[in-house]
């Protein structure tokens, strides 16, 4: 009998966003070992199990989409290719940027590229089944249980199982909160039609995944330099973002600018034992009034501009009792259109998705000597730069379908971002 | 799948073997069987962790078995309560016919008597809307409109009732008044429903209700004669001091509680 799930207000909002973006999230894990490809493929076909999300093709039914339920067979999850190191960078770009359907038979695809007794892990999977935050918790999973799998022929079947509702982020709530937060219909976020200078779309447009790492010893600095200002990463990050944007877009100095800053909304929850994996993230618009005098004025629009924000308890809980309210009571199809008008995506967006812990990404104790986790392929013009750090290595990424013009472009914006960071951390004139 | 057979037999070793018991356990087995060759076609060739699997998709096996059981004597209950009800209506039915033919025959006052049959069916339709109505509430949010209007209609077919029972039977002169009645009804319990089922925007319908409602009290008791007509209609006016009273009282209700909610902050903070 055909199985089939529930499509989840989330899942319903990331294929709305289909429009924007390709929905797809990317991992790149490079190992300094071979992988055991058995032992993976078992874990795999585990989690697959335990999470049936990632092999169901999504129907978007006009009155109530839902998934289906398919049949896979794990070679088709996973595909091991032996290639040479030089043409490693090419052979990795051409997995990680393709784009799954959703009406595809899968939603998670992996593959393992070996070379010189070494491999490097890709995934891709679809946003609408779970975000960044759930997908690093995915991958630590997944490592755990392939060494203790390999270790002790313990079953890999560790992966946390539970709802994959918007509402759980509600459960730990005070009544009184829960109350209040299921009752914020207004969204607080303003359109900005501030745009990163890319071209204009076109049919030879090709999707990309421009990265820029950002050395260990710059990294350390930017923790410890924010401190002296207050800041955390993310205003750093946030500070040489807005500084190398208004320098790249060439926009006026008194105008004001916003990016919107992806927040993981599992803040609110105490225990995320009974969650199953899922989109929890919602936007906070940081906005600064105008460009500092300097960057370091700049970077103080930007901590007080996170702050006002991180003082609200109800921090990224606007506007989603309204859109599910869009859903429940209009058909799928009218509540798309409505929903739509209403909502703005961000034209400019940062993800920072944080540490990629070596240790819990170590497999049979070999701890990936690299690696980093990006967003979605984001259509033009919208744009979002994910930040991800391994062994203190900061990877700024960007992923865009565009043309060689655009490449040249985020190049250079890279280039700023590494100038601007370095005179926030003292290293730059 | 010996160990399959194993875990299932395990889990009811203390068990006397029944049919029902028996029955389960050949169902699971099979069940549990396909559920296996599933996970190798999949490309999953350990044993061990298919059993595993199984299991772990399996933890309570003598749990399933009461459920099962439960879902059985519930689905029979269900099949009863329907033949019950089948039986019934038509019991109704003959019965609602013998009084109705009894009775016209015994007084000879056909033009009044088929008042009691009209009425018969409708109490019959009415019944009929309350289980939708039960049904409906029982489903998401989104069915809750519908099992208002029904209400609603419900509400106004036993005002139909009454009026023609009024009219015809007891030719009572003022007989109307039981649809402003009728509309009154229907909007007390349609905030009433609001409030049971927890709709979001209940507060909203009450207070939308409160002026409509005084504009029929003042139909109703200027109709009976008990004030005059004028200047009983200042009532309507004077009804949006109630709204107001009510927007206070659900103000002072939010309020006390964003208090508690702050007292409750605050001692969280100093306990930290």
Redesign the interface.
Known sequence: MERKLNAELWDKMHYLFRDFNDRMVHVELEYDYDINIRALKTVLICFFEKCPVFHSSFTDNHVRPYWTVNRYNIDEVLTVKDIDEKDKREEVDAFLTQCLPTDGELQMKACVFRYNGKSTLCIIENHMCMDGGDFKYFLKALCKNYNDYIANGTSPLDLRQGSRSYKTIYKDLSANDKKAAESLYRNINKKDDHRFPLSESSKEDSSFIARKVIPAEKFVKIRTEGKKYGATINDMLMAAYFYSLYELAGFDRSESVSISCAVDLRRHVKDTENMGVTNHTAWMQCKIPELGRDIFETLQYSIRSANQFKQDKYLGLYGLPLLSLGYKIMPHAASEEIIKIGYSNPYIAMSNIGILEVDKLALEGHEPVGGFMSGAVKYKPYVLLSATSMRNELTLSMCVRGNDEDKKTVSKFFDLMEKNIDVLIGDGQ | MKNIIDYIDAAFDSEQERESIYKFKQNLVAELTDRAN??T??????E??IY??IV?EHPDIKEEYKEEQRELKAKKRKSHTAVLRVIGSVLYFIAAAVIYLGISFLTDAWNRTWVFITGAVLVYVTYLMFLSIGALTKR???FHPLSRILLALNIFIYATIIFLVLTVIFSVKGAWLVYIFAVLAMMTADGIYAEKAAERFAIFFHIAYIVPAAAMFYIILSALNIIPWHPGWIMIPASLIIVLAVIMIRISIHNK??E??ET?DDSEWKEN
């Open positions: 599933e996970l076609h999949s490309g999953l060739d350990d061990n962790v595993d699997l772990s998401r949010s989104v509680d964003k508690l909610e409750e």
